[in-house]
């Protein structure tokens, strides 16, 4: 296909959960994925389970595992755009639509994968995702990548209806996994699992489904 995605979330191990296995797959069909990382989620409280981190060194091994996880992925272009973690929604539009301008120019995305604004519960998450769509709304309407926003706000269906795009990506559980697990201070497989062993069958029906709304600009 040789598509040009670009992926803007805020914080390291956003990837992970929501659509790994949509990246890997986007990869496997030989597309090239840049990934802008907003904040190395330095604010966050877990410190490895048992702790292994400090208020100090998070920051460094966020960023250590962010990349590991982008491996297991395939990602080909990591960017890490050094806001503030748990700020997002305060900083000047200006600047944050700014550098997101700049990176929709140079790469001239297909797709764009970020959060829906308002129905993806941290305020970071919405913050990132209104900031992207107010800066392609900008565009001329025929130059406008497709933009697929994850949402999980409980009220989301009700809101916006459901997804549009439901991938499957059974094929992708392996990197799907690796990404997660790639993120170690924030969670363990032991805690993910529940404690117990599951079998292939249980963790594809866990992992193996991700969706994505279509976001549909005004004219």
């Not at 904040?39 to 292994?52: C, S, Y």
């Not at 999980?152 to 697990?181: H, M, W």
Request: charged fraction near 25%.
């Amino acid at each position: 296909m040789n598509q040009n995605i670009l992926v803007v979330l805020p914080h390291p191990d956003d990837e992970a959960f929501g659509l790994s296995g949509t990246l890997a797959k986007h990869v496997h069909e030989g597309n090239r994925i840049t990934y802008a990382c907003l904040t190395l989620g330095e604010m966050g409280r877990n410190m490895g389970i048992p702790p292994f981190a400090t208020r100090i060194t998070l920051p460094s091994i966020r960023k250590r595992e962010l990349e590991e996880s982008c491996r297991a992925i395939g990602i080909q272009d990591l960017r890490m755009l050094g806001f503030h973690d748990k700020t997002v929604e305060f900083e000047d539009p200006e600047v944050l639509d700014g550098v997101i301008d700049k990176l929709l120019t140079e790469i001239k995305p297909s797709i764009v994968y970020t959060f829906y604004p308002g129905y993806s519960v941290h305020p970071d998450h919405d913050a990132t995702g209104a900031a992207v769509i107010r800066t392609i709304q900008k565009m001329p309407e025929q130059k406008r990548p497709i933009v697929h926003c994850i949402a999980f706000a409980r009220n989301c269906e009700q809101a916006i209806g459901k997804p549009d795009v439901a991938n499957d990506v059974t094929d992708y559980i392996e990197a799907k996994l690796n990404s997660i697990k790639a993120h170690r201070s924030q969670f363990q497989a032991s805690e993910l699992l529940g404690g117990k062993q599951l079998s292939p069958e249980e963790i594809n029906k866990r992992f193996a489904r991700e969706t994505f709304w279509t976001y549909r600009f005004k004219s």
